[in-house]
């Protein structure tokens, strides 16, 4: 069974930059992912080099825009905290198995809007308990709404994927997640089917047993699928996820 943390979070931003969608892309299953690699570059080769150091993480999800490289570009910029725990009977050696000891956390994050004009940084909620690692995927047809793939990594090694909706249409930016895919392991964007409703491919664990989701971006209903949607996806690619900062304490 998947598990959910939260449902929705309030976010507070002054004057947004209208989001202006003028081109669609293609999408399918090969872009339907959650960017493991990137995920597993920050968990297993930075954060738990070594279980014995407290270490902060400040990476930069992918970046999506909105038509072209002079539109509006967004993106998501997060600091991963590993606390240590000395004490925890977990902890026997340096070793993988011995982080999973440690407490982690997103304690900081933040939504990045620029526009050709300016630079809006949207505060998200932090939130103790695991790290969250966001792939931006597409904006809605009329540029309103943002949907990202989220990947968590929880205290004590558990992890899960999440779909979650960035409302871009006022002064007030909201976030929701959607209760997608119960039955299975794994969830996944996979593209929008209609000007409201966008689908999410839904899997279990090695892939034996799958099926499609539709969300509502407005209502936020979820409807199993009989088939396989025809989907788009809208936006451009405008840059790579990367880590800006690393910082480990003795």
Request: charged share 15%.
């Amino acid at each position: 069974m998947k598990r959910h943390f939260f449902t929705s979070l309030a976010l507070t931003l002054g004057t947004l930059f209208a989001a202006t969608l003028t081109s669609g892309v293609a999408a399918g299953p090969s872009q339907a992912q959650t960017n493991p690699e990137f995920g597993q570059l920050l968990l297993s080769d930075i954060l738990d080099e070594r279980c014995d150091r407290a270490t902060e993480i400040s990476y930069r999800s992918n970046q999506l825009t909105t038509h072209s490289e002079n539109g509006t570009r967004v993106s998501v910029e997060a600091i991963l905290r590993k606390i240590v725990t000395p004490g925890s009977p977990l902890r026997q050696s340096d070793t993988a198995t011995s982080c999973m000891a440690d407490n982690r956390e997103t304690s900081q994050q933040q939504l990045i809007i620029q526009s050709p004009t300016e630079t809006r940084r949207v505060t998200l909620t932090p939130h103790s308990g695991s790290y969250l690692i966001y792939h931006l995927q597409s904006f809605s047809p009329n540029g309103q709404y943002l949907v990202a793939d989220l990947q968590s990594i929880y205290t004590g090694g558990d992890g899960g994927n999440y779909i979650t909706i960035f409302d871009l249409s006022g002064t007030n930016v909201s976030v929701s997640t959607p209760n997608v895919c119960e039955e299975l392991d794994f969830s996944s964007y996979y593209g929008f089917t209609s000007a409201t409703e966008f689908a999410v491919l839904c899997e279990g664990y090695l892939g034996l047993s799958r099926h499609f989701e539709s969300v509502n971006v407005e209502t936020g209903v979820v409807t199993r699928l009989s088939s396989t949607p025809t989907v788009t996806s809208y936006g451009l690619a405008a840059g790579e996820p990367a880590v800006t900062k690393i910082q480990a304490f003795q």
